[in-house]
């Protein structure tokens, strides 16, 4: 099974940027959807972007237009690039690849945003 690893987490001001970025052991070239979600504490987990095997991209409505999800086959890598950052986007966030129903996840990274 392909393993994933992300990057990139850390402390921010608001209005800051980061990059997350989500590694994985194998190719993720076959992979027809790759997504971020985040988990707050005692909260659900909730989808933040996904992109397509063709590139095709959805946003959760509370990161339009401040987020940017993209993959790089080549380097078998996912990214999250988190522009405008809110103290509300505080919280651990996830990549997750899928092979039809075969799913990996990563451990996750913290992202802390200041106000």
């Known amino acids: 099974q392909v393993q994933l690893v992300e990057s990139g987490g850390g402390l921010v001001q608001a209005g800051g940027s980061l990059r997350l970025s989500c590694a994985a052991s194998g190719s993720i070239f076959s992979a027809n959807a790759m997504h971020w979600y985040r988990q707050a504490p005692g909260k659900q987990r909730e989808l933040v972007a996904t992109?397509?095997?063709?590139?095709?991209?959805n946003y959760a409505d509370s990161v339009k237009g401040r987020f940017t999800i993209s993959r790089d086959n080549a380097k078998n890598t996912l990214y999250l690039q988190m522009n405008s950052l809110k103290p509300e986007d505080t919280t651990v966030y996830y990549c997750?690849?899928?092979?039809?129903?075969?799913?990996?996840w990563g451990q996750g990274t913290q992202v802390t945003v200041s106000s």
């Open positions: 992109i397509t095997s063709i590139g095709s991209t």
């Open positions: 997750r690849a899928d092979w039809g129903l075969r799913r990996s």
